[in-house]
């Protein structure tokens, strides 16, 4: 009779040759074999998720087999000899490839469609922020909570964020941090998720202006009658919110007391001739200091040369006149906002 020979226990986690594994498995083997030969693999920039299962599979595994290292180790090699091309990986790898070239409006469609499918990396999201609107919202937290933010952020984030804050607050704070040594990382995973949900939150403000600004530079473009209409009307309603838009509106009459002296020539070079000479030949009324306060700013001879030209021509009607005032109004906010110009505001002028 012949007594077959007990098959060997398999040891736990051991990989047979030909066994199937898994992608994940597979990194898990290269990562494993790069890690024993001294190299420093950048680990930390993974997704936390990604992370964490690499190590759940580097604990499962014990040992395996030379055939089977050898295996893992050419289909790797192989495809990174037919890499062309590498991409980030992911919305977040894309935007932050992208950068500035996505307008606000694609940046903020694309946040809120991938926003519900994957969670954002908490710290990655505070680093992120604004340092005093992260200041903000850390003074509403305890200082213990606020000091486990601060001590988590990178030393630059971090010291920007407390250099935001009032003195008292921002010295009990970093006096928490001697405390934090302590502190699980369960712990400071939760209030990196609750921070971050916190953000996720507060609504995204659809403009980067002041409402009054907004109406202002509407205003700027409005006849002179509407303007005067609406504003009318919006002190009665609310006074307070009138006498800031009134600061904020710009008109052709404002250019003495905003426009400096010697940025007239940056005007008249930002306007053609046939604009500026309608304008200032319908100037009449709190207008017509405006007329002598840019001829007396620039050349004589140019400024013999328009004053020519505004007699020679017909009186413009007020529509024509208050059309071309406006885009000599909008060329000085348009050089203002490329940092050609300054313009004083209604408080200095």
């Not at 996505?102 to 505070?126: F, G, K, V």
């Not at 933010?149 to 630059?156: R, V, W």
């Amino acid at each position: 009779m012949n007594i077959p020979s007990p098959i060997p226990a398999r040891p736990p986690g051991q990989i047979l040759p030909g066994a199937a594994l898994t992608r994940r498995r597979k990194a898990a083997i290269i990562v494993r074999l790069l890690l024993g030969e001294g190299v420093t693999l950048p680990l930390g920039q993974l997704p936390a998720p990604l992370q964490a299962g690499l190590a759940d599979d580097i604990a499962a595994m014990r040992y395996i087999d030379g055939a089977t290292l050898h295996a893992v180790v050419t289909e790797f090699l192989a495809e990174l000899n037919q890499v062309g091309l590498t991409f980030p990986g992911g919305v977040d790898g894309a935007m932050a490839l992208l950068g500035d070239h996505l307008s606000p409006d694609a940046t903020a469609a694309l946040h809120a469609r991938h926003a519900a499918d994957t969670p954002p990396d908490a710290w990655a999201l505070l680093t992120g922020q604004d340092p005093a609107k992260l200041a903000e919202m850390l003074l509403g937290e305890s200082p213990e909570v606020a000091a486990v933010a601060l001590a988590k952020l990178p030393s630059p984030a971090a010291a920007a964020v407390l250099g935001q804050m009032p003195g008292p607050q921002a010295r009990r704070i970093a006096f928490a941090i001697s405390r934090t040594g302590a502190v699980p990382p369960a712990a400071v995973a939760r209030i990196g998720t609750a921070l971050a949900a916190r953000l996720a939150d507060a609504p995204t403000p659809a403009f980067d202006t002041d409402p009054e600004k907004r109406m202002g530079a509407i205003l700027d473009a409005a006849p002179a009658a509407i303007r005067e209409d609406v504003m009318a009307g919006l002190a009665e309603t609310d006074a307070d919110l009138a006498e800031r838009v009134r600061r904020a509106v710009f008109t052709f009459a404002d250019i003495p007391a905003r426009v400096l002296p010697r940025d007239v020539p940056a005007l008249t070079r930002a306007v053609d001739q046939a604009t500026l000479v309608t304008a200032m030949a319908g100037a009449e009324g709190k207008s017509a200091p405006t007329v002598e306060f840019i001829l007396g700013n620039m050349s004589q001879r140019m400024a013999a040369q328009l004053r020519d030209e505004m007699t020679e021509r017909a009186a413009p009607d007020p529509e024509e006149a208050e059309a071309a005032m406006a885009q000599i109004t909008a060329a000085l906010r348009a050089l203002e906002s490329a940092g050609e110009i300054r313009l004083a505001t209604a408080a200095e002028s």
